[in-house]
Each structure stands twice: as C-alpha cells, then as structure tokens.
C-alpha cells in the first residue's frame, strides 16, 4: 500500500497543488499528479522479468552470491520508476524436502553500492517474505553471515539440527563457498515488521554516482605501518 508524504512546495502559494512523493513495494504505479498530470515516481519493488538476466548474473557474480541453479523469475528487483535504474534483488529458492513437502529459502539477497543505506535491502527482503507467504509458507528460511541485520525484520537464528535435510546440505554447501560464515534463520512470514527509518529512506532513496569509498591506509600501498617497510617485494 502506498504511503504519500507531502513535501514543501512553493506551487501552493500560488494555488497549486505541491507534489507528493510516495514510497510503494507492490510495483504498481503512483497515481499522485499535479499541474498537466506529471507524475511524481519513487521506489519500488517488482518481480523479476526474464530481460532482467543478464543484469543479475552480472551482480550475482560481481557480488561473489550464491547463483545455483539460476532461474530469473525466481527474483525480485528494486526499481527507481523515475529512471528505471534496478537498485537491488533477492531470490526465493523453493526445495523439495525427502517427505515430498517444500521449504522455502531466501537467498543471494543484494545491494548494489550506490543505493546502499537507503532501506533497497529491506524491502527487497520485505517482498520476499510477503511472496514466500502469498506461495503458502508459513515459514521462511535464510542462511547467512548477516544474522543481525536480518534480525531487525524479525528473523531468529534455529538450530542446524532443526533443518529438513536439504537445508542442511544448503548450509554446508554455502559455507564451503561463498559465505563461510553462514547460520542458519528462520521467519514467521506473518510476523514480517519494518523499522519506520528503513520505509522512511526508501521513499526518497536516491542513486549515490560517487559512493564514499573507505579510507586508504598504509597497506593499500604494501607498507607495513609497523615499520615503515615495504611489506611485498616490488622488485
């Protein structure tokens, strides 16, 4: 559902009407105008379409996630409507379990830099919990080295022991490549909650074409800060 944020505007000392942005998820378009019916556009959050293929497996890998057994329409992407730039996507990976049931993972879930900060994650994550209940999953399941961050939405960590099997070898799968780290985490996708700051920041997120990049320290040159001595042979 959309939610409209009136912005300051000096139109409506003049009469007009001011612009109202609004921040959605659910990919339908904004239907809030002003003067010859210009639409104000924002975020939003839609399924994956088979042309957005070539984009994801070129930030799946860039990003070192998880792309096994890719398939596009199990995605989802976060837009900007205004300049159809995609800002971030995530994944529902169904499984078959050995009793013939299905689990439902939330996988290879991912920011590009410029929009990160700005709540994309979120709701990225946001519409992968909301898909995973409207397929009939009463619980969702993440493995990953970010319990914290996942926590915030409602997520808690379960024990490996409590995975069906294919879960299991997931988690094993995962930490013996792309994220060593990995836990495993679990959702009620019924009890999904957002921070207020997170759907606040996406209303007005914005592509960053200059992304602060850390600090540069001694050890990026291979000076050992220690003692001042080049720590790689340069010949």
Avoid at 19 to 47: A, K, L, W
Avoid at 55 to 80: G, P
Avoid at 186 to 206: G, N, Q, V, W, Y
Wanted: proline share 6%; hydrophobic share 30%; net charge negative.
């Amino acid at each position: 559902m959309s939610v409209p944020r009136e912005e300051p505007d000096d139109r409506a000392a003049f009469g007009q009407k001011p612009v109202v942005s609004v921040g959605h998820i659910d990919g339908e378009r904004p239907t809030n105008t002003f003067d010859r019916q210009r639409v104000v556009y924002c975020m939003y959050v839609r399924d994956a379409k088979n042309r957005d293929e070539v984009w994801l497996l070129k930030h799946i890998e860039a990003m070192e996630l998880d792309e096994t057994a890719f398939r596009s329409r199990d995605y989802v992407i976060a837009m900007d409507e205004q300049t159809g730039d995609r800002a971030g996507f995530g994944r529902i990976r169904v499984h078959k379990t050995g009793d013939n049931e299905e689990v439902c993972e939330l996988t290879s879930i991912g920011v590009l830099k410029s929009w990160r900060g700005q709540g994309v994650g979120a709701h990225v994550v946001e519409r992968l919990v909301t898909t995973a209940r409207d397929k009939g999953f009463s619980l969702g399941y993440a493995l990953t080295s970010e319990p914290d961050y996942l926590a915030q939405f409602g997520f808690g960590r379960v024990s490996p022991a409590k995975l069906s099997t294919v879960l299991q070898d997931r988690l094993r799968e995962k930490q013996g490549t792309v994220d060593p780290g990995a836990v495993p985490q679990r959702i009620d996708t019924t009890r999904f909650r957002m921070p207020s700051r997170l759907r606040e920041a996406f209303k007005s997120a914005r592509v960053d074409d200059d992304p602060e990049e850390p600090p540069e320290n001694p050890e990026d040159f291979g000076i050992d800060p220690n003692d001042a001595t080049y720590k790689y042979d340069t010949g």
